[in-house]
């Protein structure tokens, strides 16, 4: 028999005019990791890629940035890492953006790949056969979309190595 446990620690941040933000500073549950690893992989298997492993440290970066609820890259600040962003939110009784909805927009994008002429995409990082390790947060967010639609889910998810390589597309990505 296996248990895992997961430690949930949420700590509250006073923004500008007193309204409280939450913070998440939690360890990815195994639940989280279990559906990141499957909707990376099975696409990655698909394209000739090796699946990948999962990385706290990758996911705790991935947290970190979240946190700060800026729906844009990091730029290299967590690390020489790749990045991939989304969120999603809605008014439908019910509606969550989910871990799949992410990565499935990230997919999605294979249509437009034409390996005739790479350009770097979130599908070209999800199936970028020279990375290996994956780790990936969420944090729910205003400020993201529109106050009507709720709050943000805002994920994001890190990557190590890095793809998206000028130069090292035909060997990295089978379309």
Not at 105 to 132: C, L, M, R
Not at 153 to 169: H, K, M
């Amino acid at each position: 028999m296996i248990l895992f446990f997961s430690l949930t620690v949420i700590a509250l941040a006073l923004v500008p005019g007193g309204q409280a933000l939450i913070i998440r500073s939690t360890p990815t549950s195994q639940n989280e990791t279990t559906q990141y690893l499957y909707f990376h992989n099975v696409v990655r298997v698909k394209h000739g890629a090796v699946p990948l492993t999962y990385s706290q440290d990758l996911a705790a970066k991935a947290q970190q940035w979240t946190n700060k609820c800026k729906f844009l890259h990091s730029g290299g600040l967590l690390g020489h890492y790749g990045e991939n962003l989304a969120a999603g939110a809605g008014t439908s009784t019910g509606y969550k953006y989910s871990i799949e909805n992410s990565i499935t927009s990230w997919i999605d994008e294979a249509k437009k790949y034409d390996s005739n002429n790479p350009e770097p995409s979130h599908f070209t990082q999800v199936v970028w056969k020279g990375t290996t390790e994956v780790g990936c947060a969420y944090q729910f967010c205003d400020g993201i979309f529109d106050p009507s639609f709720g709050k943000a889910t805002y994920y994001a998810c890190e990557y190590s190595p890095a793809g998206n390589v000028i130069g090292q597309f035909p060997e990295n990505v089978k379309a």
